[in-house]
């Protein structure tokens, strides 16, 4: 059974930092490509960032570049997502997901986390 769960979520003020984790198991997580995804209240799920199978290849919506770094550790089945320079609109629940091989910035992944809230207060 494919299992995401992330974790790092929490309140912080503007311009401050947080790291979220995503631990993955039951599936090959070297042969998955790695997602993060948010979603803020009245709004659909949105692309934040996204890494290929071996980390070399990453990709980011317009939105948190510069500020946000997606990485992720295969020896560890985990991937990151460390968000600098923190702004209100950033609030949202963040979900990671996985999908085989490919890496793609549309919600077309095969396995979603629970999702973790960031809340950064205007």
């Known amino acids: 059974q494919v299992q995401l769960v992330e974790s790092g979520g929490g309140l912080v003020q503007a311009g401050g930092s947080l790291r979220l984790s995503c631990a993955a198991s039951?599936?090959?997580?070297?042969?998955?490509?790695m997602g993060w995804f948010r979603q803020a209240p009245g709004k659909e799920r949105e692309f934040v960032a996204a890494?290929?199978?071996?980390?070399?290849?990453?990709d980011y919506a317009d939105s948190v570049k510069g500020r946000f770094t997606i990485s992720r550790d295969n020896a560890k089945n985990m991937v990151y997502l460390q968000m600098n320079s923190l702004k209100p609109e950033d609030t949202a629940v963040y979900y990671c997901?996985?999908?085989?091989?490919?890496?793609?910035?549309?919600?077309?992944?095969?396995?979603w986390g629970q999702g973790t809230q960031v809340t950064v207060p205007s």
């Open positions: 997901a996985g999908r085989p091989f490919e890496v793609v910035t549309t919600t077309q992944y095969n396995h």
């Open positions: 039951g599936l090959a997580f070297s042969n998955y490509a």
């Open positions: 890494i290929s199978l071996s980390g070399g290849n990453t």
